[in-house]
Nanobody, 128 residues
């Protein structure tokens, strides 16, 4: 079982930056593909970014490519999402997600169904 706790959300003006953190429990974090997703009111949950178990591979959604950066610190069991040049359309609840360690070598993925564990989310609001 993996427990995920997100932090770092808040209110920011357009053009600003935020860094989200996701602290994970469990001894298999270092072998776990991690992801960030977001869900705006009235919309489906959408893919933001994913990172492989070693941190050497990353994948981004088209709408955040070049503005957001995902990273991880396996020694701290934590994954980060650095968000720069924020836009009002980035406003959403951001969720951290983890694949089962059984799929460590399957790599990064955009699909919500590939992630077995989810955090409760952190609100990000970008004002214009």
């Amino acid at each position: 079982q993996v427990r995920l706790i997100e932090s770092g959300g808040g209110l920011v003006q357009a053009g600003g930056s935020l860094r989200l953190s996701c602290a994970a429990s469990g001894r298999t974090f270092g072998m776990t593909v991690m992801g960030w997703f977001r869900q705006a009111p009235g919309k489906e949950r959408s893919f933001v970014a994913s990172i492989g178990w070693s941190g050497s591979t990353t994948l981004y959604g088209d709408s955040v490519k070049g503005r957001f950066a995902i990273s991880r610190d396996n020694a701290k069991n934590t994954v980060y999402l650095q968000m720069n040049s924020l836009k009002p359309e980035d406003t959403a609840v951001y969720y951290c997600a983890a694949r089962s360690a059984c799929f460590a070598f399957a790599g990064t993925t955009r699909s919500t169904s590939d992630y077995a564990y989810w955090g409760q989310g952190t609100q990000v609001t970008v004002s214009s």
